[in-house]
Nanobody, 125 residues
Framework: QVQLVESGGGLVQAGGSLRLSCAAS????????MGWFRQAPGKGLEFVATISWNGDSTDYVDSVKGRFTISRDNAKNTVYLQMNSLKPEDTAVYYC??????????????????WGQGTQVTVSS
């Protein structure tokens, strides 16, 4: 059974930092792009960050560029999202996702097949 399990969410004050982790089990995603999405209350799912199969290429939504960093450790089958200088508008449920069709970065939700259950990030002002 393939699973993506996120961890590291929580409550933080504006300006603070959190590091999200996404551990995959059941199969390897070492040859696949991985991504992070988020859903704020009352809003749709939003792309946040993506990383290529070997970590050489990354891409971000404009609102998090310079503050968030996506990385991966293929030996651990894990992807990370380091979030710095957090803002109240970053409050959302964050989801990890794995692509089956793309090895390069992709912002497209339909390119992702496996999804985690989500982890809540709340940033207070």
């Amino acid at each position: 059974q393939v699973q993506l399990v996120e961890s590291g969410g929580g409550l933080v004050q504006a300006g603070g930092s959190l590091r999200l982790s996404c551990a995959a089990s059941g199969r390897s995603f070492n040859n696949n792009a991985m991504g992070w999405f988020r859903q704020a209350p009352g809003k749709g799912l939003e792309f946040v960050a993506t990383i290529s199969w070997n970590g050489d290429s990354t891409d971000y939504v404009d609102s998090v560029k310079g503050r968030f960093t996506i990385s991966r450790d293929n030996a651990k089958n894990t992807v990370y999202l380091q979030m710095n200088s957090l803002k109240p508008e970053d409050t959302a449920v964050y989801y990890c996702a794995a692509s089956l069709t793309s090895w390069r970065t992709t912002k497209t939700q339909r390119d992702y097949f496996y999804w985690g259950q989500g982890t809540q990030v709340t940033v207070s002002s």
